[in-house]
């Protein structure tokens, strides 16, 4: 048979694009089986694209990002537009000064690691600098005739990149409080003195990050890119070659500066940091490397902050694999303090990608599976406070021993991203921090989908491809009636993580009518559930198994909604947080042999 024609809904991530406020069942066709979808934070979350990429949501924090006459002001320039750019179209500018020291600026109030882009080609003089008004004055020249920089300014970092014919990309990264762009025309010596010259420019960017991303146009509000606030993600995590649709709970990054390790504390003996050393798992180059090269003494990055007495956080990291076996390692530990102090130190080994609990002093640290990210390992690894402490330093490690068990004083060189601290008993997708804050990405909320007509609440089968993570909360999807608050007509397929067991639950008129479940090993696991109900014929299936029956139960009166976020509609319900490959239902009863084969 064909499932796909016999099915009224189906729920496919495959072949979709992440877009806002929707996510889009392939039946029925018109609309009523998509998905509203909402997340409602700040650009904090991220999904794994079909390249294997980490992809963030971005933004060009700059207006008018192109149109130098209009949210712009100069000091001694003239703009003329209509100039022949470096994406072959007429969108470039001329930049003419006619003071000496003339510039092109907006004005913003921003801060945070940040990022200040532009195009621009050599004309009658050969220069430009990036100036930026801060705290402290952020500045960087570069030169438009032979491609290099001129002089260092103070800055993070400083790229100048050939587009070709002439062009370039002139990027500065920073971490300040900004309140003004400019933009100088100058020579190719770097000479801002002269009150004659011109200079092409185009395509203004201002983002968060270390790095000059994909250029986004913007006009009389900000451009926006990539993973937005209300996006669905579609996640190709650990080399999937199909997409899942990735729902998760709110979570709060308490790393400040996750990709900027320089912004951390780096007291006492710190080791050496380069940013923007390598291409990272976003794939582009704004990884860190972190080098011990003296081993006089231990060399560590760490921040801190308040926590609640005997609270659970879980560590991660994305570490680059070694190409070769290696001698040393790198690590990262838990360090609670405030009351008895307490401690846990981790090694990893960035060629096998395996990770080694070395020592603790009263803390047990559960290791997560290594997740294989192409050219990156990501670490993890969750540990409880046992006592009275009342702050956690998270901290990465720049050396250990040759053995990965103890802590000596070694030399180390590796390359590291995105580290992450946050509390809960398992790693979240990463959420990037620039501040020196936390930042926290809500709940992802996915329900919604079809109405009376698209379900026969007499007979059918619901059938769903899932996983989640282990952690002692009840995560299910729900066929129900769209009231809130009600359990008149309910069928809740999930996981019921506390006592392990993956199950199918039924009401009617606000009684249970069926409880079928499985012991699961394994919540990570993707499995293939269905449930067949008809009135005293209610039948469980998982992984091509039936395992549960119910001959006594009452048919439903009303399904009108399917919905991952059970718990907006029935108090103490618990939405789905995990990962979905497929949903279908049925409208016509389904036999034992066809369910078998649909969930094998």
Not at 8 to 14: D, G, K, M, R
Not at 20 to 49: C, E, H, I, Q, W
Not at 472 to 493: E, F, H, P, Q, Y
Request: with cysteine.
């Amino acid at each position: 048979m064909s499932f796909f024609d016999d099915a009224s809904l189906v729920f496919l991530p495959s072949g979709q694009a992440g877009k806002d406020g929707k996510a889009y069942s392939m039946k029925p066709t018109n609309g009523d089986g998509d998905f509203t979808f909402s997340r409602g934070s700040n650009l904090t979350a991220t999904r794994v694209d079909s390249n294997g990429l980490i992809e963030k949501g971005r933004e060009n924090l700059l207006l008018q990002s192109n149109q130098f006459d209009t949210t712009w002001a100069n000091s001694g320039t003239n703009e003329t537009s209509g100039q022949s750019g470096y994406d072959g179209s007429s969108d470039a500018w001329l930049l003419t000064k006619n003071v000496s020291d003339g510039y092109i600026y907006q004005n913003i109030s921003q801060s945070g690691v940040q990022c200040v882009s532009v195009y621009a080609k050599a004309n009658a003089i050969g220069g430009i600098q990036i100036y930026v008004n801060a705290g402290t004055t952020r500045e960087q020249s570069f030169n438009l005739t032979n491609g290099t920089l001129i002089g260092s300014g103070n800055n993070i970092d400083a790229k100048i990149e050939s587009v070709g014919n002439g062009w370039y990309r002139c990027s500065m990264a920073l971490s300040d409080a900004i309140t003004r762009v400019r933009f100088y025309p100058m020579t190719s010596a770097g000479d801002k003195s002269g009150t004659s010259g011109s200079i092409y420019i185009q395509d203004a960017q201002l983002e968060q990050g270390l790095v000059a991303t994909e250029y986004i146009e913007s006009g009389a509000t900000t451009g926006l890119a990539g993973i937005l606030e209300d996006s669905p993600r579609f996640d190709y995590s650990g080399g999937a070659s199909c997409p899942s649709l990735l729902l998760e709970g709110s979570r709060t990054q308490l790393i400040p500066y996750t990709e900027y390790l320089s912004g951390l504390s780096l007291s006492g003996n710190p080791p050496t940091i380069t940013q923007n050393y390598a291409v990272s798992p976003e794939g582009v180059q704004n990884a860190v490397r972190i080098q011990d090269t003296d081993a006089t003494n231990y060399k560590i990055m760490q921040t801190q902050f308040s926590v609640t007495a005997g609270s659970t956080y879980t560590i991660s990291v994305y570490v680059k694999k070694a190409s070769s076996p290696i001698s040393t390692y790198g690590g990262f530990y838990f360090d609670f303090d405030g009351g008895t102090r307490k401690t846990s130190n981790l090694i990893f080994d960035e060629y096998n990608g395996t990770l080694v609990n070395a020592s603790g002093n009263a803390i047990t640290s559960v290791i997560h599976p290594v997740i294989d990210e192409g050219d990156y390992w990501r670490f993890s690894a969750t540990a409880t406070d046992t006592g009275s402490n009342t702050l956690l330093r998270p901290t990465l490690r720049a050396g250990a021993s040759a053995n990965g068990t103890t802590l000596n004083l070694v030399t180390k060189d590796y390359t590291a991203y995105g580290f992450q601290c946050e509390q809960g008993s398992y790693p979240t997708s990463y959420i990037p921090n620039h501040s020196g804050g936390s930042v926290t990405r809500d709940a992802d909320v996915c329900e919604g989908a079809g109405d009376s007509s698209t379900f026969n609440a007499d007979e059918g089968v619901f059938y769903a491809e899932i996983s989640t993570n282990t952690d002692d909360t009840d995560k299910a999807i729900s066929l129900n009636n769209a009231v809130s608050g009600s359990l008149n007509n309910r069928l809740w397929m999930g996981y019921s993580t506390s006592n392990k067991r993956i199950y199918a639950l039924g009401y009617v008129n606000n009684s249970l009518q069926f409880a079928l479940s499985k012991l699961m090993t394994d919540e990570s696991f993707f499995v293939k559930i269905a449930c067949r109900y008809k009135r005293n014929d209610i039948a469980f299936f998982v992984n091509g198994v039936k395992v549960g029956t119910d001959t006594t139960a009452l048919n439903f009166t009303e399904l009108s909604s399917l919905d991952f976020n059970i718990g907006t509609a029935v108090s103490g319900a618990s939405p789905f947080y995990g990962n979905v490959k497929q949903v279908l239902v049925f409208n016509s009863y389904l036999s034992d042999s066809e369910i078998i084969t649909l969930t094998s």
